[in-house]
């Protein structure tokens, strides 16, 4: 074991950075899912979550991607009369910085699966390196760097009923999405980053150099 080092994975904090949003949404708040609707996204869950806030909500579900769930998702949704939620197709990549910066919440993953527990999302890092309020599933790897109500919000995997509170929570409260945006990309800029990573990289393989 002494000769093995853990690196997280961070973010291009080049890439995906704060940016200001272009147009306002007239009182509606856009919740934001990017990804490819692999099981460990827990798409489903977000689409319940979607049917339990209402189409009464301010809240507007946008997904943004293709894959293997998709379809599964928009029959979901259509057969549980959604009307606050739109699917788009797969952005490039130097495009999506451009979609979340228009987004008021973003989306992390809620699949109730061992990947989703140990693994951490892109989305996530992505979401905070750019200052946006970030909420999702409650998982070991997000618990080694953020703390729930401090640098994002953390709900259970696999359960729509806590996911729409805590989106409806987030909805209600402006100062506590600006809070969590704000601490959320600090601890990003403190950890994650490849200057921040590389350097501990660094440390770590000429610690094990020199025990060679």
Sequence with gaps: LDKISLTPLGVNDHIFR???KSSESEGKLTVLYHGSFIPNHGVEVIV????EVGNESPIIFQFVGDGEGKQYAMELSERLS??????SSKV?????????????????VFGDTPQ??????NKVLEGLAMRKPVITGDTLSTRENFIHGEHLWLTPLGDPMALAHGLQSLAEDEKLRIRL?????RRVIE????AVVGRKLKAELRNLLERQ
């Design 18 to 20: 704060p940016r200001l």
């Design 48 to 51: 319940m979550a979607a049917a």
């Design 82 to 87: 959604i009307s606050n939620i739109t699917f």
């Design 92 to 108: 490039p990549f130097e495009l999506l910085p451009a979609h979340i910066a228009q987004a008021d919440i973003i989306l992390g």
């Design 116 to 121: 989703a527990n140990k693994a951490m999302a």
């Design 181 to 185: 945006a704000e601490q959320g990309y």
């Design 191 to 194: 950890r994650l980053t490849p």
